[in-house]
């Protein structure tokens, strides 16, 4: 039997997720310059003031869905690698790194709002680059070869990634080709 303050943070993840899948949905329609909060509150069918008790402002809400993406894309990467180990571990990394990529709207979010987009591109580079670190570390103590330190690899990968976010290549299977190349894997 769960308790009340279970239920209560049930809720509360629940509410909070209905609200950040609303606001994702609405900045990838519109941008982050057109979102609003009683927008958001009707896509997610709550009031406006139910919003404000978890964000105090759009900016707030903004900063939170981009946490979000990154825990998602955090939690994908150690479920796709758990019990995995050298080129096998990689292997996962890289699809994980690649089906991210995919899943994103094409230059949808470059062509409503430059700005947002080049901020978010400059907050995911550090980040998909420190997860990489660690898996082609963990990758390298496993006995798989790198042609080069794994920062640079990890680098080369998040940099080539985003690269094919802002850029699309007509191929849709060019970037998971390139990314499996810096690290010297097999491309077909």
Request: charged share 25%; with cysteine; net charge positive.
């Amino acid at each position: 039997m769960t308790s009340a303050a279970e239920n209560a943070r049930s809720d509360h993840g629940d509410l909070t997720g209905r609200i950040l899948d609303a606001a994702r949905r609405l900045v990838l329609q519109s941008g982050t310059r057109k979102l609003s909060l009683t927008e958001v509150a009707a896509v997610a069918g709550v009031s406006r003031q139910s919003i404000y008790r978890y964000f105090l402002s759009k900016e707030e809400l903004i900063d939170a869905l981009g946490r979000n993406e990154y825990q998602r894309f955090n939690a994908a990467m150690e479920r796709a690698i758990e019990g995995l180990a050298g080129q096998a571990r990689m292997e996962a990394a890289l699809d994980v790194v690649a089906t991210v990529l995919q899943d994103q709207p094409p230059r949808r979010i470059v062509d409503l709002d430059p700005r947002f987009a080049h901020e978010q591109i400059v907050g995911a580079l550090p980040v998909i680059t420190e997860g990489l670190i660690g898996v082609i570390r963990r990758c390298q103590r496993d006995g798989m070869p790198l042609a080069a330190a794994p920062r640079d690899l990890a680098a080369a990968i998040a940099r080539t990634v985003l690269s094919h976010y802002t850029f699309p290549d007509q191929d849709a299977a060019a970037a998971r080709r390139q990314i499996r190349a810096i690290v010297g894997l097999p491309t077909t």
